[in-house]
């Protein structure tokens, strides 16, 4: 059986809000270079054939290019303008997808996730159609109840990450639907059209850069690389 072409939506909707930077998170240098352009090179260093497709806000697509002049950065990548949600923006990024495939969707803003992980999860997806990385929780959790709160066994939990993969026929029918509340990532998005997800093992490096503690903690595992 032919392999099926790999593609990777990701996306990078952030702006620099929770981080207190005017620049938008992806765009804030981790050793010496912006954080999308670390988590592009983790999908390159993956599959070198990898057909990528970069959404960001409409308005970041000059500053993008610049930045990519000014770091010399030559990684072929398609960009596209984003949506109003993460929603809109999976959508259109969606729209550069020809033909049939494995799609995987990921957080600009994941510098740090390892090559055997995106391959474990196109494998996954590949077998069963989805594959969405996750890790267990460290901590206890307490789930809120109208009395107060109650404690719940965290064995039973997962904590969702990126990449998750799908075949794009599973992926383009989930976004043909409407947009949901509930829909807060693809998998939930997939999930609601009937379709099983399958969960494969992420890693606790495969932080999320969101807040200035984040930052702290990626340029140690920059570093550290």
């Not at 930045?67 to 109003?84: D, E, I, P, Q, Y």
């Not at 959508?91 to 969707?105: E, S, T, Y």
């Not at 609601?192 to 984040?214: A, F, H, M, Q």
């Amino acid at each position: 059986m032919a392999q099926l072409p790999e593609y990777a939506i990701i996306v990078a909707g952030g702006t620099g809000a929770r981080m207190q930077h005017d620049l938008p998170k992806q765009f804030i240098e981790v050793a010496g270079k912006p954080i999308l352009m670390h988590t592009i090179e983790r999908f390159y260093k993956y599959n070198p054939a990898i057909r990528l497709i970069v959404v960001l806000p409409q308005e970041q697509l000059t500053t993008w290019r610049e930045l990519c002049r000014k770091h010399n950065f030559k990684l072929f990548h398609m960009t596209v303008a984003g949506g109003t949600t993460r929603f809109g923006s999976v959508k259109n990024g969606l729209g550069a997808v020809m033909g049939d495939g494995l799609i995987a969707v990921h957080d600009g803003v994941r510098p740090f996730v390892e090559v055997e992980t995106i391959q474990a999860a196109y494998v996954a997806a590949t077998k069963y159609g989805s594959a969405v990385v996750a890790v267990s929780p460290k901590d206890s959790i307490r789930e809120l109840t109208e009395e107060g709160s109650r404690a719940v066994p965290r064995t039973k939990y997962k904590l969702v990450q990126t990449p998750q993969v799908f075949q794009a026929s599973i992926l383009r029918k989930a976004y043909e639907q409407p947009e949901q509340e509930y829909f807060t990532d693809d998998a939930s998005v997939v999930e609601s059209i009937g379709e099983s997800i399958t969960l494969v093992e992420g890693s606790y490096r495969n932080i999320k850069i969101t807040t200035p503690e984040d930052l702290i903690l990626a340029e140690s595992f920059a570093s550290g690389n």
